[in-house]
């Protein structure tokens, strides 16, 4: 199977890799959100975390993925989504999301008054995994939802209607990232319904694989000072010299791209990273870190072997 | 300036960190060099952390002070030694940061641009300017002697070992500065051979400025460590050497640090650790400390009792001043609770009036049965009702207390007054802050007793309240404000209790900071101008004044017209409430 490749090419353990084919097999997909199960932007890589999170799969728990920026969280979601063949949900939470969002709303069709429903809804219909985004954002009218959902009892009431069970297959992928701005401590009670994944940060291995399969043309020496350069700028907000702000992969890995429609290496990076830090001074450290990895006349022919 | 200056500093630093990795290693960045040519100054951070990485800078620089001990001569030596480290290092980071050639290129060009007259003076300088012009240019057509000693140098790009390199300098020395050296006075071993002992016993006092003392050894040893990655100081020194050498030790301020360090320490045993980072200490000082309050410092921390360094006195007065504002609560315990009932009660009704969560008709939601009947005949769906919170009803309040001196002779009522405000916020679920702030010496303290989202209980902790020193009203209002304007609460409310004196005049001390002098209607001017700065930025500030009536024309100039004269504590909620009522009533 295509899908499992990658964990067979990272050793994850044959046993594991067994079980998650006679998952699949069981739970059959349904047609109408066939459409939901979608192959990720890139694989996730890191052999532990992979195993951690597929044995919680498989024992029918819920996941909560905690980790700075740029630590794959959602990668890992979106994999586990694509690994276990399930159609995937993304809430995202926010100060509005309310019980009515996730669960459902009365809503009016072909003159009848009928449930709207929200994406846990579907989510326990179908069977889907539901990537909770910045659970830690959630408002208690929200949790209160997510209580009853994610523990043993496995169902929702929705009021009005009935008490539905959740599917077998589907299961709850929460991330969450502490330090942002708004963010708060999760409650106690409602942490006690997931198991724990604390990211690790990237290493130079798994931002070589990243980049190897984002950029499979891109020259090695050039993809070396680019992993150099996200490597400097996370040690760099280790030590609390700069914000988090600069430290985004999603952002490298977009300027790359652009520089392959022919945009200067360095231009890109400036759009990519540079531009993130508002502050000014930030901003110089930030740059001075890239001058010496990215010299100012690199054009796309010093980092793609053909274009 | 200034500022700006301490920007670069950490800039260069941070260059150094980025190259070496250690975020530990002490580095003293060239800022005059900076400002000179920033590529110079950025190449030789580059340098410097390169060479922290590859090499032990200490073995070195030990090597160094040694054959200076023996009589080398210290211009030349170090000349030498960093146009050596600079060979040594510079292809192997080149190799590892594609960007540092360029950075490179534009250094050499820029040194040899400043610095070609007083480099073609001298032998070694001539040597040096073949070498960059040969990294400018890629080939430089130069006279068989001097190829000969290039080729020399470029020998260094090969080694890996510190050893080597201190080798290296030492055969070159002896061969081009002091033919004579190993003859007069010894080979490189006798010169390792030096120890410890010796050397701590030198005065060095040719080498450094007399405002050093004890470990003088150790601050030469830094100054050493430090010059030998820097090109421009060298060669300065080699032209200018009497009065360059001047003004070069003078950057060795160790009393300064030591002094600040003191300083600092002092303020830890008296307020207790603070609950900042380093850095974001750093940070907040830059911001904050400008114009009239520059040369001060900002101190966060959340008490001593919370985290006092040692049991010393100030613990033990603090705890007892603790009790006694608690006896003072348990004195007049019925009327801070009517109080905060009234208060609670009062800023709960405006509040209620704010908090109609406005309905909007939706295509979802809770039905409305008499929109029904539009079901099939109309193709408007909105038959629901959905609720709509916006978000503009928030409220954040900082509460900020004069801490100072002159409070002390109505310290519990101070403590009384913060507290039935803070209570009565709590109650209305209003997220608040408490802080003090006082000044002694050039750091203003500002002590924490909750931060916004705490619960109720951490209110209890404004009883830890205690008074001392001179108090720089505007810095501290600054101070709250900045952390208050980062707030996501659309309405953000100062309450300022303070006796309308702000004053900070520190006597004259030697070897420490000494900021301006903070007093008078040039106190008062500043105060009000941080007020009416944060009224412009939308924040409502409110002036609760605590003091002596002679001191309210100082406080009108400071607040203008929303401020409050509480003569009795009885009706202290009402005056508050109606003041909050109507900010919270304003924004409807």
């Given amino acids: 199977m295509n899908e499992l490749k990658f964990l067979i090419d990272q050793d994850v353990d044959a046993g594991m890799i067994e079980a998650v084919k006679e998952f699949r097999n069981r739970y059959a997909v349904d047609e109408e959100v066939d459409y939901r199960v979608v192959k990720p932007m890139m694989p996730f890589y890191g052999r532990e975390i992979l195993e951690m999170a597929i044995a919680g799969i498989l024992q029918g728990e819920n996941l909560l993925l905690t980790g700075a920026k740029a630590t794959g969280k959602n990668v890992l979601a979106e994999n586990l989504a694509y690994i276990f063949h399930r159609p995937s949900y993304n809430i995202s939470f926010h100060v509005n999301t309310n019980s009515g969002d996730l669960i459902g709303t009365d809503t009016f069709v072909n003159n009848e008054v009928q449930l709207r429903k929200g994406s846990i809804y579907q989510c326990a219909q179908y069977g889907g995994f539901g990537i909770l985004d910045e659970v830690n954002m959630a408002k208690n009218d929200a949790v209160s939802v997510l209580h009853a959902t994610l523990d043993y009892r496995r169902s929702i009431d929705v009021p009005g209607y009935d008490k539905i069970d959740l599917h077998d297959a589907a299961r709850f992928i929460g991330t969450m990232n502490y330090g942002y701005a708004g963010t708060k401590e999760l409650n106690e009670a409602l942490v006690s319904r997931f198991l724990v994944i604390d990211m690790p940060k990237q290493t130079e291995d798994t931002l070589g694989r990243i980049f190897e399969q984002m950029f499979p043309n891109g020259k090695r020496e050039a993809m070396k000072q680019f992993i150099g350069l996200f490597m400097d700028l996370q040690l760099k907000a280790e030590n609390g010299e700069i914000s988090t702000k600069a430290i985004d992969l999603r952002g490298m890995l977009a300027a790359i791209k652009t520089v392959r429609c022919g945009l200067s290496p360095a231009a890109a990076i400036s759009m990519g990273i540079i531009n993130k830090c508002f502050d000014g001074f930030e901003k110089e450290i930030v740059n001075d870190v890239v001058m010496t990895r990215i010299p100012e006349n690199w054009t796309r022919s010093d980092i793609f072997i053909t274009c | ?588």
């Fill in chain 2, 1 to 588: 300036m200034e500022e700006y200056q301490l920007e670069i500093e950490n800039r260069i630093k941070n260059l150094i960190w980025t190259v070496c990795g250690d975020y530990e290693l002490e580095a003293k960045p060239d800022v005059e060099g900076f400002l000179r040519s920033k590529y110079i100054a950025l190449y030789d951070g580059i340098k410097q952390g390169a060479f922290a990485k590859y090499f032990d800078k200490e073995e070195l620089s030990m090597y160094l002070i040694k054959k200076l001990f023996i009589h080398g001569d210290e211009g030349s030596l170090m000349y030498l030694t960093q146009m050596c480290i600079q060979e040594a290092v510079e292809n192997r980071i080149a190799k590892e940061r594609s960007g540092v050639a360029a950075i490179r290129q534009k250094a050499c060009r820029d040194i040899l641009e400043f610095n070609f007259d007083q480099m073609v003076k001298s032998p070694l300088g001539q040597l040096k300017i073949a070498v960059l012009k040969e990294k400018v240019e890629g080939s430089y057509m130069v006279s068989k002697e001097i190829r000969k000693k290039m080729d020399m140098l470029y020998q260094l790009r090969d080694v890996t070992m510190t050893r080597e390199i201190v080798e290296h300098v030492d055969y070159l020395y002896n061969l081009w500065i002091e033919p004579d050296y190993e003859q007069l006075y010894g080979t490189l071993e006798q010169v390792l051979a030096v120890t410890m002992e010796e050397l701590t016993e030198y005065s060095w006092k040719d080498f450094l400025s007399e405002d050093m003392y004890e470990d003088a050894l150790e601050a030469y040893l830094e100054k050493v460590g430090n010059d030998m990655t820097n090109s421009q100081a060298a060669d300065a020194d080699e032209d200018e050497k009497e009065d360059s050498g001047d003004s070069k030790r003078k950057k060795v301020t160790v009393i300064d640090e030591e002094m600040l360090k003191k300083v600092y320490s002092y303020v830890e045993l008296n307020f207790g650790k603070t609950y900042l980072s380093p850095l974001e200490e750093k940070r907040m000082n830059f911001q904050l400390c400008k114009g009239l309050h520059s040369d001060c410092g900002l101190y966060f921390t959340d008490g001593i009792l919370q985290n006092p360094v040692t049991r010393n006195y100030q613990y033990e007065y603090a705890r007892k001043q603790k009790d006694k504002n608690k006896y003072a609560y348990y004195d007049h315990h019925r009327i801070v609770k009517q109080n905060i009932n009234i208060l609670t009660e009062i800023l709960k009704k405006a509040i209620v009036m704010r908090n109609d969560v406005s309905d909007i008709l939706s295509d979802r939601g809770s039905l409305i049965p008499s929109k029904l009947w539009k079901a099939g005949r109309t193709s408007d769906a909105k038959l629901f009702q959905k609720e709509d919170k916006s978000d503009d009803q928030d409220f954040v309040v900082d509460v900020l207390i004069d801490a100072s001196g002159s409070q002390r002779p109505r310290q519990e009522k101070v403590v009384l007054q913060a507290y039935i405000i803070m209570q009565a916020l709590s109650n209305a679920r209003i997220p608040h802050r408490t802080m003090s702030f006082c000044t002694f010496w050039d750091h203003t303290i500002m002590q924490r007793y909750r931060e916004y989202d705490d619960d109720k209980a951490a209110n209890e902790r404004i009883f830890e309240f205690t008074t001392s020193s001179n108090n720089r009203d505007g810095l501290a209002i600054r101070a709250a404000a900045s952390s208050l304007m980062e707030r996501g609460e659309e309405k953000k409310i100062l309450i300022l209790l303070s006796d309308g004196r702000p004053y900070d005049v520190i006597l004259n001390r030697p070897n420490a900071r000494n900021p301006q002098p903070y007093q008078g209607a040039y106190a008062i001017k500043d105060t009000g101008f941080e007020v009416r700065r944060l009224r412009n930025a939308g924040v409502s500030v409110l002036g609760v004044f605590a003091g002596e009536e002679k001191d309210l024309e100082a406080e009108k100039k400071i607040f203008g017209k929303d401020f409050a004269y509480i003569r009795d504590i009885a009706n202290f909620s009402k005056i508050v409430g109606r003041y909050l009522k109507k900010q919270l009533e304003d924004n409807g």
